[in-house]
């Protein structure tokens, strides 16, 4: 079955540093998605990407996050000077249709990111 | 903006006990999406839900996406212990971007 990959699995960095959380979407997938996870707390989301551009954002990304997709099977986020707050599991999705549909919404299984 | 309130917020119950949890929220959602979370995992898509009304079922697990389209319940029967983990509902945005609304969770360890 298809699977959306993401790396590291885990990742520690010191505060003020700059990080990229990498994914590998689901080859045939148009809509990409980044979501966060604060420990023991609800999966939240991040960004919508489609079309090479971001279709949506949260709140919570702002001007410290950014997401690419440079090559056409990679998706990233990077967040510039990371703060302990970011501390977080980062998980990336995608799905072939969104709106009504949504199907096929999958999800990687994520990338630890520890603050120090 | 759009939230949805899951409960309970965690179960404890015994092997072969039947389980509900339900989502309700103040708006409408187009789209119903149960998932279960193992530790340290992602969420793996349990049941989807696309209309109002619709009764769904996979193997022991059944939801259900409300008349009003406001809330949805999933009932899991005769729980195993692989059932353990933490069982999110998940509503699409209105936006029309693909954007999902989680709930808080409900925690589920089955006792043996």
């Known amino acids: 079955e298809p699977e959306v990959t993401q790396t590291p699995s885990h990742q520690v960095t010191q505060m003020g540093q700059e990080v990229i959380l990498r994914c590998v979407p689901i080859?045939?997938?148009?809509?990409f998605y980044w979501y966060r996870q604060i420990l023991g707390q609800k999966v939240e989301f991040l960004v919508s990407?489609?079309?090479?551009?971001?279709?949506?954002k949260s709140e919570i990304f702002d001007d410290q996050f950014s997401v690419e997709r440079p090559d056409g099977s990679n998706f990233t986020l990077k967040i510039r000077s990371t703060k302990l707050e970011d501390s977080a599991m980062y998980f990336c999705?995608?799905?072939?249709?969104?709106?009504?549909?949504?199907?096929?919404?999958?999800f990687g299984s994520g990338t630890r990111l520890t603050v120090v | 903006g759009q939230q949805l309130n899951q409960s309970p917020q965690s179960m404890f119950i015994q092997e072969g006990e039947d389980v509900s949890m339900n989502c309700t929220s103040s708006?409408?959602?187009?789209?119903w999406l149960w998932y279960k979370q193992d530790p340290g995992e992602g969420p793996v898509l349990l049941i989807a839900?696309?209309?109002?009304?619709e009764l769904t079922s996979n193997g022991r697990l059944t939801a259900q996406f409300g008349i009003t389209r406001k809330d949805s319940f999933l009932n899991i029967s005769a729980s195993i212990p692989s059932d353990v983990g933490i069982y999110f509902c998940?509503?699409?945005?209105?936006?029309?971007?693909?954007?999902?609304?989680f709930g808080q969770g409900t925690t589920l360890q089955v006792k043996p």
């Open positions: 999705a995608s799905t072939l249709i969104s709106g009504r549909g949504s199907y096929g919404y999958t």
């Open positions: 080859s045939n997938h148009l809509y």
């Open positions: 990407f489609y079309n090479n551009e971001i279709s949506e």
């Open positions: 708006s409408i959602f187009n789209t």
């Open positions: 839900l696309y209309k109002a009304g």
């Open positions: 998940a509503g699409l945005g209105s936006s029309n971007t693909g954007k999902l609304i």
